[in-house]
């Protein structure tokens, strides 16, 4: 079965850091690259990074730049997004999903709920 | 940056009824790179359209795409009570250095 799983998420204070895990499983993880995209209580979607299937590409948000880090692990077909100085404005679902046909978000988690309160 | 907005916010129709839904965008957009999602309350986003216009697996014919340039538009040619949800478009570059999510439309009774 096709799918990626994410975990990590809890409540933290302000200038905390937390890391998600995105375990992929039923393809190949290495010819994919992954997403990750947050959605705060009541709102829309917004993109937060993407790692290419190399591995080495990686972009961000603005907002996030400098605090978070996307990366993987092979042997273990996961991904991660570590998050540093968390803010009060990052509390959201966070949902890992696999980038598919023209890069696409084809395959998503059910998502992790990160709350950032003091 | 290129910034999306879809319209209208809120469309009212019912079962059986066509939707029409518009995305468009403040710089004109490679049509390889614009998506369609569907998201149900307290469920993850699922991919309905890539590439404009093409449908992704297992997504009913009921769904099109379509546009080019600045706009974009998804049609749901007859409504089932499934459809109801919050549509949202999305572009990125070919490089995924900026992805972007339209604000949504949500179709409802």
Not at chain 1, 74 to 90: A, F, G, H, P, W
Request: proline share 4%; hydrophobic share 35%; with cysteine.
């Amino acid at each position: 079965q096709v799918q990626v799983v994410e975990s990590g998420g809890g409540v933290v204070q302000p200038g905390t850091s937390l890391r998600l895990s995105c375990a992929a499983s039923g393809f190949t993880f290495r010819s994919y690259g992954f997403y990750w995209v947050r959605q705060a209580p009541g709102k829309g979607l917004e993109w937060v990074t993407v790692i290419w299937n190399d591995g080495i590409r990686k972009y961000y948000v603005d907002s996030v730049k400098g605090r978070f880090t996307v990366s993987r692990d092979i042997s273990k077909n996961t991904i991660y997004l570590q998050m540093n100085s968390l803010r009060v404005e990052d509390t959201a679902v966070y949902f890992c999903a696999r980038a598919g046909p023209r890069n696409a978000l084809d395959i998503w988690g059910q998502g992790t709920m990160v709350s950032v309160s003091s | 940056e290129i910034v999306l907005t879809q319209s209208p916010g809120t469309l009212s129709l019912s079962p059986g009824e066509r939707a029409t839904l518009s995305c468009r965008a403040t710089q004109s957009v490679s049509s390889t790179y614009l998506a369609w999602y569907q998201q149900k309350p307290g469920q993850a986003p699922r991919l309905l359209i890539y590439d404009a216009s093409s449908r992704a697996t297992g997504i009913p014919d009921r769904f099109s795409g379509s546009g080019s340039g600045t706009d974009f538009t998804l049609t749901i040619s007859r409504l089932e009570p499934e459809d109801f949800a919050v549509y949202y478009c999305q572009q990125y570059t070919s490089s995924l250095e900026v992805v972007t999510f339209g604000p949504g439309t949500k179709v409802d009774v």
